[in-house]
T-cell receptor, first 116, second 115 residues
Framework: DTAVSQTPKYLVTQMGNDKSIKCEQN?????MYWYKQDSKKFLKIMFS???????INETVPNRFSPKSPDKAHLNLHINSLELGDSAVYFC???????????????FGPGTRLTVL | AQSVAQPEDQVNVAEGNPLTVKCTYS??????LFWYVQYPNRGLQFLLK??????LVKGSYGFEAEFNKSQTSFHLKKPSALVSDSALYFC?????????????FGAGTRLFVKA
C-alpha cells in the first residue's frame, strides 16, 4: 500500500504549456505539502495545506496553483511553464491538524518535470 | 530566521567504520530537528527526530543523532557503516514561528560508503 502517491512520475512538456501533478495520501493525515527539489538537490517548501486550507505559500509565482479538494488530495497546477520550472516536485503529508512542529513528514516518490 | 547548515557536501567512509554527518542549526525558540535520507530517484524517508527529552535520539536503520544545545548541532551518526547507507542525507528544522507548517532543509550531504 502506497502511503503518499504522485502522478505522473515523469512529465516532459514544452515551454508555455499548462500541466498538473496529482498527489494522494492514504494515511488519514490532515496536513499536506509541496516541495521543489532543484538540480543541485536543494529542497524547498512551496505550499502547506492544513485540512484543505492554505497555510504556507512560500513566495511561489502565481503560475503555481495548488488545490486541495479534500484532506487526502493536494494537486499542483502550473500555468505557462518556464524552463526554470524543471525540477523534481515532492508531495508530503503529516498527521496533525494543529501543532505540527513534532510531526514526521511522509514523502511521495516525486514527479520529475522537464520543460523543453 | 530559522536555518540549517550541513557543512559537508560529501562524506566518504569505509564499510564497517563509524560515520558522522554534520548538521548545525539556528532557531528562535525551541528546535524541532529531523534527519531524512533520500536514495536515488526516491522520495525522502524519515530517519529520526529531536523534539524534546534525551539528547541522544535513536532512529531507523541503526542511525542515531546527538542534540547539542550549546553547540547548536544535531549530528547524525552510525557506529558501523554499510554500503547500503550510501545516499543523500538531509537535516531539517521545523519553523516554530509558522506553527511548524514550514520545514527548512539543509543542502544535503552525500554519503559514500566504500566496500
Amino acid at each position: 500500500d502506497t502511503a503518499v502517491s504522485q502522478t505522473p512520475k515523469y512529465l516532459v512538456t514544452q515551454m508555455g504549456n499548462d500541466k498538473s501533478i496529482k498527489c494522494e495520501q492514504n494515511l488519514g493525515h490532515d496536513t499536506m505539502y509541496w516541495y521543489k527539489q532543484d538540480s543541485k538537490k536543494f529542497l524547498k517548501i512551496m505550499f502547506s495545506y492544513n485540512n484543505k486550507e492554505l497555510i504556507i505559500n512560500e513566495t511561489v509565482p502565481n503560475r503555481f496553483s495548488p488545490k486541495s479538494p479534500d484532506k487526502a488530495h493536494l494537486n499542483l497546477h502550473i500555468n505557462s511553464l518556464e524552463l526554470g520550472d524543471s525540477a523534481v516536485y515532492f508531495c508530503a503529508s503529516s498527521q496533525a491538524l494543529k501543532a505540527v512542529v513534532g510531526d514526521t513528514q511522509y514523502f511521495g516518490p516525486g514527479t520529475r518535470l522537464t520543460v523543453l | 530566521a530559522q536555518s540549517v547548515a550541513q557543512p559537508e557536501d560529501q562524506v566518504n567512509v569505509a564499510e564497517g567504520n563509524p560515520l558522522t554527518v554534520k548538521c548545525t542549526y539556528s532557531v528562535s525558540g525551541n528546535p524541532y530537528l529531523f534527519w531524512y535520507v533520500q536514495y536515488p530517484n526516491r522520495g525522502l524517508q524519515f530517519l529520526l527526530k529531536y523534539i524534546t527529552g534525551d539528547n541522544l535520539v535513536k532512529g531507523s536503520y541503526g542511525f542515531e543523532a546527538e542534540f547539542n544545545k550549546s553547540q547548536t548541532s544535531f549530528h547524525l551518526k552510525k557506529p558501523s557503516a554499510l554500503v547500503s547507507d550510501s545516499a543523500l542525507y538531509f537535516c531539517a528544522v521545523r519553523d516554530g514561528n509558522t506553527g511548524g507548517f514550514k520545514t527548512i532543509f539543509g543542502a544535503g550531504t552525500r554519503l559514500f560508503v566504500k566496500a
